[in-house]
Antibody, heavy 115, light 112 residues
Framework: EVQLLESGGGLVQPGGSLRISCAGSGFTFSSYAMTWVRQAPGKGLEWVSTIVSAGDNTFYADSVKGRFTISRDNPQNTLYLQMNTLRAEDTAVYFCVRNWAGDYWGQGTLVIVSS | EIVMTQTPLSSLVTLGQPASISCRSS???????????LRWLHQRPGQPPRLLIHMISHRFSGVPDRFSGSGAGTEFTLRISRVEAEDVGLYYC?????????FGQGTKVEIK
């Protein structure tokens, strides 16, 4: 069974940093591109970033480019999102998603940016 | 970026009756590899989205056959042949043909 378990969310002040993680299991993690998608409270879905299976190519939404960094540790079956210079508008549930445009989704981790 | 527009934004349906949602993209979703990466997702309240349909019309693993997708180019439709109580929630179309990937606004389906 494919499982994606996000962790690391929480409350952070504007301008601060946070790293969230996603542990994958039940599939060959290193064979799949991985994606982060976020959903602000009561709002729709927004694609954030995608990383190719080998980790050597990444893609970002303009809203996070230069502030967020996606990475992965294939031997540890883990996906990361390093978020710097956080803004209030980054407040959202962040979903880890398998594959380019997503087939399996994790439960999400909530990031709140507030003073 | 490609803008995805869904209609209607809200739908009140009777159990056992059909329902449909339309999705229009601002540009063709045909990828350079010839495929069209149009997906439909369903999100129940308090739950993460789950994939229903990929590449316009391919049902994902475990998705009931009452769900079907159709369309081409810039016009796409999700149909539910007979709505069941578990089908309530938000439905999103999403394009994965070009970065940035983009979603429709979501269509809320409720039971009468």
């Amino acid at each position: 069974e494919v499982q994606l378990l996000e962790s690391g969310g929480g409350l952070v002040q504007p301008g601060g940093s946070l790293r969230i993680s996603c542990a994958g299991s039940g599939f060959t993690f290193s064979s799949y591109a991985m994606t982060w998608v976020r959903q602000a409270p009561g709002k729709g879905l927004e694609w954030v970033s995608t990383i190719v299976s080998a980790g050597d190519n990444t893609f970002y939404a303009d809203s996070v480019k230069g502030r967020f960094t996606i990475s992965r540790d294939n031997p540890q079956n883990t996906l990361y999102l390093q978020m710097n210079t956080l803004r209030a508008e980054d407040t959202a549930v962040y979903f880890c998603v398998r594959n380019w445009a997503g087939d399996y989704w994790g439960q999400g981790t909530l990031v709140i940016v507030s003073s | 970026e490609i803008v995805m527009t869904q209609t209607p934004l809200s739908s009140l349906v009777t159990l056992g009756q059909p329902a449909s949602i339309s999705c229009r993209s601002s540009r063709s979703l045909v990828h350079s590899d010839g495929n069209t990466y149009l997906r439909w997702l369903h999100q129940r309240p308090g739950q993460p989205p789950r994939l229903l349909i990929h590449m316009i019309s391919h049902r994902f693993s475990g998705v009931p056959d009452r769900f079907s997708g159709s369309g081409a180019g810039t016009e796409f439709t999700l149909r539910i042949s007979r709505v069941e109580a578990e089908d309530v929630g938000l439905y999103y179309c999403m394009q994965g043909s070009q970065f940035p990937y983009t979603f429709g606004q979501g269509t809320k389906v409720e039971i009468k």
